[in-house]
């Protein structure tokens, strides 16, 4: 052994760029940083939760308060945050709603979990009391959910609204609600063992500005916003039999870089009429087909577009690749890629008719087997309408698990306390350290009417305390109504969640936070301070207004 090594001189094993940060300060700084994501999203939560202004860096505005979209734009760069956006988009691909509930119960739990390791508790004994109340969770929502009949509009009305209620689409959940619940229902078949599966696929959302959503509409078919190519074409089509094309009707051009050197007019007509004769050739094609409606997701030649006027042919070019799709199980056709294969058997049936008041195609199948409907949602402006668009997805998502699933609990914060209540119970029956882990999730769990109460002005410590008093006299279903401000029956009011998305929020909350905790030591390639030095990266959660990694340094400090 040398003489250095024998006087304790560390081994440096890693670049001199690199940064490392262990034990507490890495669990700290993990724990700072998730909770910063979940604090940036608590006050859009509930029916009174506030709206975030995100500009991106191209200054594109987006108003908003659903969660995951919120997450998705801000411009976070820093890992432990990500972990915690990921459990927003899990939430979202696997509930459609619920993602604000998710992210702000993981931060708790993690904040719940600092107070555990101060007292010196190991990691291992909080991430494995986690998961026996995270799976205790998912069982008591089992035993309090109410199985309902997936026929009852009313009830699946109330599951929308309850979705909406505090977004965009609130001042007419009503309408919109009873919009929702028609479309989940048109996109209904019963599975192989009698069961619901709903197809959203099957739904097409399209948005329209310049009139109210109360204006909104459910149509059988598909919407397509675009206009005919040439004006002397049809503007309607009763009985059309539709080509879906997704290739252009257009000159075929060389892969290479081609130059041509003509030594006379005459060459320059002739190569002129060649294309001329191509383009007449795609029309025929489309012609012998059958075809008097075209829909073509690339462009169609000007040329062509005057040869199909003349056939009679109402041609619509630039389809999105979606609207295409749509229309394909719509209209009950075939995409075709190359029109030299195209044949009768492509066509799709049905009728085409043109809304010149709002610049709309209607498109409806003919065919019994071919369906789908389309959501047309309208605004006064951009913003209002792509705020109203998020809220009408959440809201589809939403009445679709309640209808595959069939299980709904109270909403308005009653779950998460008799959860609690319930939990609190369980915790006696667990000996060792993972008993005080299971009572810090129950706590966690109380966030939700603590925020709920918070955002609509009351007092959250008062509105607990009433809410855990009623749970405790057996009302399972007392909730809080934030527009009295009152504790009672909120499934008799028709505030009512699906069972499912409770239960993703529980199990991803709890994954994410389990994670974090599992982490302790961080090496970074680089310097884990993007925001400059010293003391600039102490804002809340250490974060450095989210901007990077955050002010390491800060945080050493503040240790």
Known sequence: MSQRQRMGQPMIILGE???????KDAQSYN???????????????????????LV???????????????????????????????????????????TTTAVAIAGELLKNAENL???????????????MASEQAREEVDDIASNVDTDDEELLRKVAETSMTGKGAELNKEVLGRLIVDAVRAVTVEGPEG?????????????????????????????????????????????????????????????????????????????????EEQLKEKVQQI?????????????????????????????????????????KEVLGARIVSDLDSATEADLGQGSVTRDDA????????????????????????????????????????VVAQTVSDGRVLAGGGAIEVELARRLRDYADSVEGREQLAIEAFADSLELIPRILAENAGLDSIDTLVDLRAAHEDGRVTAGLNVFSGDVEDTFEAGVVEPAHAKEQALS????????????????????????????????PGGMGGMGGMGGMGGMGGAM
Do not use: W
């Open 117 to 131: 390791l101060e007292q010196d508790i190991h990691p291992t004994a909080i991430i494995k009391g986690f998961h």
């Open 31 to 53: 724990i700072q940083a998730a909770r910063a994501v979940s604090e940036a999203v608590r006050s859009t939560l509930g029916p009174k939760g506030m709206d975030k202004m």
């Open 508 to 539: 991803s909350a709890t994954e994410a936070a389990n994670l974090v905790l599992k982490i302790d030591d961080i090496i970074a390639a680089g310097d884990l301070s993007t925001e400059g030095d010293g003391d600039e990266g102490g804002a």
């Open 358 to 397: 709002d610049e709309l195609f209607y498109v409806e199948g003919s065919d019994d087997e071919a369906h789908g409907v389309t959501l047309l949602l309208r605004g006064s402006t951009d913003h209002v309408v792509d705020e109203l668009e998020r809220g009408i997805t959440d809201a589809l998502d």
């Open 195 to 275: 069961e619901n599966v709903v197809d959203l696929d099957f739904v097409n959302i399209e948005t329209q500005t310049g009139r109210s959503a109360g204006e909104s509409e459910l149509l059988e078919g598909a919407v397509i916003d675009k206009d005919p190519t040439h004006p002397d074409m049809p503007s309607s089509v009763e009985d059309a039999k539709a080509l879906l094309v997704n290739e252009p009707i257009e000159i075929e051009e060389t892969d290479a870089d081609a130059s041509l050197s003509l030594d006379s007019p005459d060459q320059l007509q002739s190569f002129l009429d060649q294309e």
């Open 56 to 98: 991106s860096s191209m200054g594109d505005v987006t108003v908003t308060n659903d969660g995951v979209t919120i997450l998705e734009e801000m411009d976070i760069d820093n890992p432990t945050a990500e972990m915690i956006v990921e459990v927003a988009e899990t939430q979202e691909d696997e509930a459609g709603d619920g």
């Open 287 to 327: 012609v012998d087909t059958g075809a008097n409606v075209v829909f073509c997701q690339k462009g169609i030649d000007d040329l062509a577009q005057h040869y199909l006027a003349k056939e009679g042919i109402l041609a619509v070019r630039r389809v999105k690749k979606s609207d295409i799709k749509f229309l």
């Open 17 to 23: 760029d690199s940064q490392r940060v262990q034990d």
